[in-house]
């Protein structure tokens, strides 16, 4: 039976019709036909898992399938451990050691109807820790003045999922990534963060963390790569730690000590104007100068400056010292007058 005649003949009365038995045995076929070739006009490769993190050098195993049944091999495409398997639906990817860069595989399969040939590349992300992390940094930073402090990551892959982060104690500083890097292979970054200290910063510690955030298959948490802690001593002018004038008071012959501190880095020297006196002495010790009085005089009573300087500025500070006559003296003064008057009278009176 012919379901569809090429050779177009006129209508006749005579020829005859299709029978109804052959008219739905025909049109069974043709759907059936139209079906089957909408099946292997589809290409259908399916990946499992769809997508693979591996470390460089660790065994990997990926499967390949297809549905359809007009199936003539199927393989993978690969630099390494390429497959090739006539006649099977299933194939297998399997490295026990993945040290190329550039694997880049594919699955394929070949078929006896159109497409001919369907293949999918596996999403495949190969990745390496930092071989090390360091801070590259200046041996000091100026109060005010922006400093770079530089993140070293060394042979790590692939660049486009890398974070570098600059951390002062717990507070994150900044970061960085390189999502547009295609780069496959190892690589090296040097990341600068600009830094402006302030006083408070002086000891702080510095650290450096290199992330791999891999995403979906990664491992987790994410590998990440700490730098050796680092601190960056800040330098800054002298500053009073107590008021910048003073007035104070000594009796005559008493002793008193003149203080003077001031915090800076580099730690300040201290430098006493006033002048020279046998019972006047000068100490530092500990950060804190000192100027002694003993048996202060009359010519101890004058203003003393102590200027506090480093190579960033000098602070002054200035005393005024004032020395009071004695109590015992203006009693004794007063003793000799009181007798001299009475010696006087008594005078008089035995004239």
């Known amino acids: 039976m012919r379901c569809f005649e090429t050779k177009i003949e006129p209508f006749t009365k005579e020829r005859k019709q299709m029978e109804p038995g052959n008219l739905i045995t025909c049109v069974l076929a043709l759907l059936f036909s139209t079906t089957e070739s909408a099946s292997s006009a589809v290409c259908d490769v399916n990946i499992d898992p769809s997508r693979v993190v591996v470390r460089f050098g660790d065994p990997v195993i990926v499967n390949c399938s297809t549905t359809r049944e007009d199936v003539m091999g199927a393989g993978w495409e690969s630099s390494i451990n390429p497959v090739n398997e006539p006649n099977s639906k299933i194939t297998v990817w399997n490295v026990s050691s993945l040290i190329v860069w550039d694997a880049e595989p594919k699955c394929f399969i070949n078929y006896m109807n159109e497409p001919r040939q369907c293949e999918e590349k596996l999403d495949l992300v190969i990745y390496k820790y930092p071989e090390s992390v360091s801070l590259i940094a200046p041996e000091f930073m100026k109060i005010g003045v922006e400093s770079n402090i530089t993140c070293q990551v060394l042979d790590v892959a692939p660049a486009r999922y890398l974070t570098v982060k600059l951390y002062k104690g717990d507070e994150q500083l900044g970061n960085r990534s390189f999502t547009h890097d295609s780069t496959r292979f190892p690589v090296n970054e040097n990341v600068p963060f600009p830094v402006t200290p302030t006083r408070a910063d002086n000891g702080a510690e510095y650290t450096c963390v290199a992330e791999l955030q891999l995403g979906p298959g990664g491992p987790k948490p994410n590998p990440a790569k ?86 960033y500025g000098v602070a002054t500070k200035n005393i005024t010292l004032t020395v009071g006559r004695s109590h015992w003296i203006g009693i004794g003064v007063f003793s000799v007058a009181v007798i001299a008057v009475i010696v006087l009278i008594y005078r008089r009176i035995t004239a």
Request: charged share 25%.
């Open 226 to 311: 700490h730098s050796p802690p680092l601190k960056i001593p800040v330098f800054y002018k002298p500053s009073l730690l107590s008021a910048a004038e003073e007035n104070v008071e000594v009796r005559e012959g008493g002793s008193i000590v003149l203080k003077c501190s001031a915090d800076g880095n580099p730690a300040p020297t201290y430098e006493w104007k006033y002048p020279i006196a046998d019972n006047v002495q000068e100490i530092t010790k500990d950060g804190v100068s000192t100027v002694n009085i003993t048996r202060a005089s009359s010519s101890n009573d004058r203003v003393y400056e102590c200027h506090a300087k480093n190579r």
